[in-house]
C-alpha cells in the first residue's frame, strides 16, 4: 500500500538557523511530489512540486527551497529561517491526477 | 486558469442536521478528479470524497455525497445526519490531467454544534 513519511511533526527553530523537513514516499514510483505551507486557519499554499527527480518547480519566491535526490524523497531547506517561515508544512504526493496524498504535517515555529 | 472556490469561509450547523458546501472551479478540461479533503483540528488532511468528471452519477460514501453539475463547473459536499466529529477545514480540490498541480479551494470551516 501507498504511504508517505513526513518528519519532524514538530519543530521549534530560532531565526537564522537552517531547516530541512522531509518527505519520502513508499508503494509507488514516479509520483508527482509537493510540498505546502498552511498559516493558522488558513488555506493551503503551494510552495513547490517535482515531477521527478532533480525537477523542481517554485511557485511563491521566498526564503525556502526544494530538493529531491532520490525518486520518492522530496526535502524542503532553508539556510536561515524567517520568523514568517513559521507555519504548518505539508507534503503530498500524487500520480495520475486520479489522488492525492498527504503526510502528516510539520508544525514549524521559528522563535 | 484552473481555479477553484469555496464561497463559505466558515459554517455553523446543530448535530444531526444536513450541511451544503459549495464549491465551483474552472477548467477546459474534460476528464478530471475533484475532491473533498477535511482537515481535523489534528491537521491531518483526510480524503472525503471523490468524484470522476465523467461519471454521471454523484458520489456517496456513507454520510457524505456531492452534486456534481459538470455543465455548471459545480461540485458540493453535502454532509448528512452531521456529527461532532465532522468539525473541521473541508477542502475542495481538483487535479488538472494535463497539469502537475493540485489545486486546493481556501477551505470551507465547518462547526458541528451540540
Known amino acids: 500500500s501507498q504511504t508517505i513519511h513526513q518528519w519532524p511533526a514538530t519543530l521549534v527553530q530560532p531565526v537564522g538557523s537552517p531547516l530541512s523537513l522531509e518527505c519520502t514516499v513508499e508503494?509507488?514510483?514516479?509520483?508527482?511530489l509537493y510540498w505546502y505551507r498552511q498559516a493558522a486557519g488558513r488555506g493551503l499554499q503551494l510552495l513547490f512540486y517535482s515531477v521527478g527527480i532533480g525537477q523542481i518547480s517554485s511557485e511563491v519566491p521566498q526564503n525556502l527551497s526544494a530538493s529531491r535526490p532520490q525518486d520518492r524523497q522530496f526535502i524542503l531547506s532553508s539556510k536561515k529561517l524567517l520568523l514568517s517561515d513559521s507555519g504548518f508544512y505539508l507534503c503530498?504526493?500524487?500520480?495520475?491526477?486520479?489522488?492525492?496524498?498527504f503526510g502528516q504535517g510539520t508544525r514549524l515555529t521559528v522563535v | 486558469a484552473q481555479t477553484v472556490t469555496q464561497s463559505q469561509p466558515e459554517m455553523s450547523v446543530q448535530e444531526a442536521e444536513t450541511v451544503t458546501l459549495s464549491c465551483t472551479y474552472d477548467?477546459?478540461?474534460?476528464?478530471?478528479?475533484l475532491f473533498w479533503y477535511k482537515q481535523p483540528p489534528s491537521r491531518q488532511m483526510i480524503l472525503v470524497i471523490r468524484q470522476e468528471a465523467y461519471k454521471q452519477q454523484n458520489a456517496t460514501e456513507n454520510r457524505f455525497s456531492v452534486n456534481f453539475q459538470k455543465a455548471a463547473k459545480s461540485f458540493s459536499l453535502k454532509i448528512s445526519d452531521s456529527q461532532l466529529g465532522d468539525t473541521a477545514m473541508y477542502f475542495c480540490a481538483f487535479i488538472p490531467p494535463r497539469d502537475d498541480k493540485i489545486i486546493f479551494g481556501k477551505g470551507t470551516r465547518l462547526h458541528i454544534l451540540p
Open positions: 503530498a504526493w500524487s500520480k495520475g491526477a486520479t489522488e492525492a496524498f
Open positions: 508503494g509507488t514510483s514516479n509520483p508527482n
Open positions: 477548467t477546459s478540461e474534460n476528464n478530471y478528479y
